[in-house]
């Protein structure tokens, strides 16, 4: 069955061989600087910075706006729910992005292969609606942004991301009759979650002291790196250049996360878990 799919891509089992050969230690090697970095984020942080306020928020009684008005005034009061630290969220994204490598490199190897045989890697997108999912709330936090409400809001469109990308590859199989509208509502739901985000930023700057600047640093390069993941995408469907062998594409994505989790762990570990 592999060898048909390889075929009618037009790959050969040898070349292609190869390919899967390099992909299989590329996965292995994502799997342990993922791990790696997990582990020395917990060991070197300090436990008593990173911790971020989760807090909700909901309408109550003001007694004093009430007695003076002789009627009940709500106004908008918030309530700390729990903190939760920096360093669990990193760790917990570099894990989970480890997990996936390493089964793709053993257990679902031969899954895997069939699966990007037919220019589809339902593995990645499922660990991209964790991984990133989590480096967007950890943003956020940075950002201002503790209400639980949001944090579960912008991690949504994050998952709606990362499966607009999933459907993008299930449904687009035939390259002549390209279905663009996962892309587009893809590309939109991960601009809204930084329009967001961006709001707080900006909130924090004009009408409070603003946020440390290392913050505005994650903000700008995170930014570009998550939208790099789409522009590899459409640089596949168009076909343009090396993009043209799937294969090429994949490797772009292993790349551009190792990179992504790193800028962002490292900023963080700088800015607030020393």
């Known amino acids: 069955?592999?060898?048909?799919?390889?075929?009618?891509?037009?790959?050969?089992?040898?070349?292609?061989?190869?390919?899967?050969?390099?992909?299989?230690?590329?996965?292995?090697?994502?799997?342990?600087?993922?791990?790696?970095?997990?582990?020395?984020?917990?060991?070197?942080?300090?436990?008593?910075?990173?911790?971020?306020?989760?807090?909700?928020?909901?309408?109550?009684?003001?007694?004093?706006?009430?007695?003076?008005?002789?009627?009940?005034?709500?106004t908008a009061a918030t309530r700390h729910l729990f903190d939760i630290n920096l360093a669990y969220i990193v760790a917990v994204f570099f894990?989970?992005?480890?997990?996936?490598?390493?089964?793709?490199?053993?257990?679902?190897?031969?899954?895997?292969?069939?699966?990007?045989?037919?220019?589809?890697?339902?593995?990645?997108?499922?660990e991209y609606v964790f991984s990133a999912g989590l480096m967007i709330v950890a943003i956020a936090l940075l950002s201002g942004m503790y209400e639980l409400s949001a944090l579960i809001l912008v991690f949504s469109l994050i998952v709606t991301t990362n499966l607009m990308g999933l459907f993008m590859e299930l449904y687009n199989k035939d390259p002549k009759k390209l279905d663009w509208r996962f892309f587009k509502i893809g590309t939109a739901a991960d601009l809204v979650a930084w329009l967001v985000i961006g709001i707080y930023l900006l909130g924090a700057h004009v009408y409070g002291s603003g946020v440390p600047g290392?913050?505005?640093?994650?903000?700008?390069?995170?930014?570009?790196?998550?939208?790099?993941?789409?522009?590899?995408?459409?640089?596949?469907?168009?076909?343009?250049?090396?993009?043209?062998?799937?294969?090429?594409?994949e490797k772009v994505y292993i790349a551009l996360s190792m990179v992504?989790?790193?800028?962002?762990?490292?900023?963080?570990?700088?800015?607030?878990?020393?």
């Open 214 to 249: 290392f913050v505005y640093f994650i903000y700008a390069s995170l930014f570009i790196l998550f939208n790099c993941f789409a522009l590899n995408m459409y640089l596949q469907y168009k076909r343009r250049g090396r993009w043209a062998d799937y294969l090429y594409s």
């Open 95 to 126: 894990f989970i992005s480890a997990l996936s490598h390493i089964l793709v490199a053993t257990r679902y190897r031969r899954l895997y292969q069939a699966d990007l045989a037919k220019q589809i890697n339902k593995f990645r997108w499922i």
């Open 1 to 74: 069955m592999l060898r048909k799919l390889l075929a009618k891509f037009g790959l050969g089992p040898v070349g292609n061989k190869l390919k899967f050969e390099k992909l299989r230690k590329l996965n292995l090697l994502a799997a342990g600087l993922h791990g790696l970095q997990g582990v020395l984020v917990l060991a070197l942080s300090n436990a008593d910075r990173g911790l971020q306020p989760v807090t909700t928020n909901y309408l109550a009684i003001d007694k004093l706006a009430s007695d003076g008005a002789s009627e009940p005034v709500l």
């Open 260 to 274: 992504a989790k790193s800028v962002l762990a490292w900023q963080i570990f700088a800015g607030s878990l020393r």
